[in-house]
């Protein structure tokens, strides 16, 4: 029996998800890394604030832009078109989206740079 077959035996016996240890290929297992949820130290405002502006720019033009096409077909009784309800519909999305995505993200950024 060669090695692949007998991993493909293995594997077929095997439950697909092991709670002791996960199994990713060949004699890779979650033991084999180390994760850690701290965050140690911190960036310095030149590193971060692209970033900050950038998120920033995305929040208010994505607030103003999509504010902007609801009031429009929600207030002109005109533009009640069957695209422009689907344009409505996407900014209704795409607000929301805005809303709470842009915030978590930054929110979420590291502390602290990983390529050093």
Known sequence: ??????????????????????TYGIGNTTEDYEYSDEMGGSISLEDGLPTLLTFSLTLVVGLIGNSLVIFSIAYYRRMRTTTNVFLFSLATADLLLVMVCVPIKVRRQPQSSHLS
């Open 1 to 22: 029996m060669t090695t692949q077959e007998a991993m493909m035996t293995t594997a077929a016996t095997q439950p697909l998800w092991n709670t002791t240890k996960a």
